[in-house]
T-cell receptor, first 115, second 111 residues
Framework: DGGITQSPKYLFRKEGQNVTLSCEQN?????MYWYRQDPGQGLRLIYY???????QKGDIAEGYSVSREKKESFPLTVTSAQKNPTAFYLC??????????????FGQGTRLTVV | GQQVMQIPQYQHVQEGEDFTTYCNSS?????IQWYKQRPGGHPVFLIQ?????EVKKQKRLTFQFGEAKKNSSLHITATQTTDVGTYFC???????????FGAGTTVTVRA
């Protein structure tokens, strides 16, 4: 099946620990994204990548890091510097930008709880 | 970067009634996309509008892109319980992949 896979679905970590969230896609999409969603709030862009070995900060990049070593993979690390890491994290991918075929496909999300 | 404002934040609708949610920008947008997120789920793409004044329909849903390409609306007729969820508008840049979302309109339906 084609799509985006995020793992794990639920993740618990102790405060002060770094944690890495996995995102893999087999859609051959160029662009990948990480969003954060808090209860009752919209999607806030953390990082996005347009091509392998390149990525840009979104609107709330502080306390997060990413890598894009392969087209299929875009892992997100939530560092201990992120003050409020507990949230629902969504990964997405899209084929192009600006005109046609810019729709984003989302993974099932990872619900991170830091205690 | 460009920001889009969605109103209302919450919409409580009687089953069978119509409602409209709006997405507004202070600057011209290259496109508008609409997504639906069911409770506990992930956003799912509904439609994309790219042309000034464009109108598209999907069964009971009507999407419109303003003439100035600064606003968009989603109108749902004869609301059903299956319409429950949060509706987001989003836009990507004309020259880059950045995809930004509005805060969403959360819809609840009274049977």
């Amino acid at each position: 099946d084609g799509g985006i896979t995020q793992s794990p679905k639920y993740l618990f970590r102790k405060e002060g620990q770094n944690v890495t969230l996995s995102c893999e896609q087999n859609l051959n999409h160029d662009a990948m994204y990480w969003y954060r969603q808090d209860p009752g709030q919209g999607l806030r862009l953390i990082y996005y990548s347009q091509i392998v070995n390149d990525f840009q900060k979104g609107d709330i990049a502080e306390g997060y890091s990413v890598s894009r070593e392969k087209k299929e993979s875009f892992p997100l690390t939530v560092t201990s510097a992120q003050k409020n890491p507990t949230a629902f994290y969504l990964c997405a991918s899209s084929m192009s930008f600006g005109g046609e075929n810019t729709e984003a496909f989302f993974g099932q999300g990872t619900r991170l709880t830091v205690v | 970067g460009q920001q889009v404002m969605q109103i209302p934040q919450y919409q409580h609708v009687q089953e069978g009634e119509d409602f409209t949610t709006y997405c507004n920008s202070s600057t011209t947008l290259s496109n508008i996309q609409w997504y639906k997120q069911r409770p506990g789920g992930h956003p799912v793409f509904l439609i994309q509008l790219v042309k000034s004044g464009e109108v598209k329909k999907q069964k009971r849903l009507t999407f419109q892109f303003g003439e100035a390409k600064k606003n968009s609306s989603l109108h749902i007729t004869a609301t059903q319980t299956t319409d429950v969820g949060t509706y987001f508008c989003a836009h990507s840049g004309a020259n880059d992949y950045k995809l930004s979302f509005g805060a969403g309109t959360t819809v609840t339906v009274r049977a």
